[in-house]
């Protein structure tokens, strides 16, 4: 799979089964990893935060899961790439881990979410081998808190873990993480409120127009709608100076093999 960079953030591309093969080759090969969802905010957050960036490129795949990243793909590398979404990947995932014998560990949200989705995972693939599954408290966790809680999860052995702490935070525990567990994490954040059916998705028309971010400041609206504001500008300027840039060079070039023609 190849990858492309996104104001310096390198975004994977392939078929959305490509993805889904690429990560179980990660759980086949026992190789310590981390799949990050990538979406405008991821992008802007990386793109402020050299460090965050850092966590993100150091992914062993970085899915195009916004609508946005999929146009500038096709806009400046001509690549039709389909969105890799979270959301349709985390279902998938455990279908392929029933049939594959994999098992998953559930880790983030609220304990009540937790049991949600283990309640139905545990009814739509009655086959699934589900290793846990752990809330941890909304606060920083001690040293202690946290090699007790690693001390367990590796006590499981589960072959992907799927993780729900928001972004960045969720990224950063994947990446200081994933050495020590040994297995493939994935930050799959707002799935799991979708996948328990805590929140609705959206008609395809409309994720198709990338007014997803639009129905979630619907529904979070004071905690949403700064990030909204500046994420979406902030990514709209940059991406309108890259295209602005890309013509330059275009024309530049354009010149350039004239005049060695001539």
């Known amino acids: 799979m190849k990858r492309k960079p996104i104001f310096d953030s390198m975004i994977f591309t392939g078929s959305h089964k490509s993805f889904i093969e690429e ?3 990660l759980v086949r090969f026992k190789i310590p990893s981390y799949v990050c969802f990538a979406n405008v905010h991821m992008i802007m957050e990386a793109n402020e935060d050299k460090e965050f960036q850092d966590v993100v490129n150091n992914a062993s795949l970085v899915a195009p899961d916004g609508k946005p990243l999929s146009v500038f793909l096709k ?17 998938e995932l455990m279908r392929e881990a029933e049939a594959r014998s994999k098992s998953i560990y559930f880790y983030g949200t609220t304990p009540e979410l937790l049991f949600a989705i283990a309640t139905k995972a545990a009814k739509e693939f009655p086959n699934l081998k589900i290793a846990g599954y752990f809330s941890p408290p909304f606060r920083q966790l001690t040293t202690e808190e946290d090699d007790k809680i690693i001390s367990e999860i ?5 072959d992907l873990i799927f993780v729900s702490l928001g972004c960045p935070k969720q990224e950063k525990w994947m990446a200081t993480h994933c050495s020590e567990l040994n297995t493939c994490l994935l930050g799959l954040g707002q799935a799991f409120k979708v996948y328990a059916g805590e929140e609705k998705r959206l008609p395809v028309w409309m994720r198709n127009l990338s007014l997803e971010w639009m129905y979630r400041l619907y529904l979070e609206p004071n905690r949403l709608w700064k990030r909204y504001a500046y994420t979406n500008t902030s990514f709209l ?10 013509l330059i060079s275009r024309k530049n070039s354009s010149l350039i093999k004239r005049k060695i023609a001539g």
């Open 23 to 25: 990560v179980f080759s």
């Open 75 to 91: 806009l400046f590398y001509g690549i039709t790439q389909e969105r890799i979404c979270g959301m349709d990947v985390m279902p």
């Open 154 to 158: 590796k006590k499981a052995e589960p």
């Open 237 to 246: 300027w940059l991406t309108g100076k890259e295209f602005v840039r890309h």
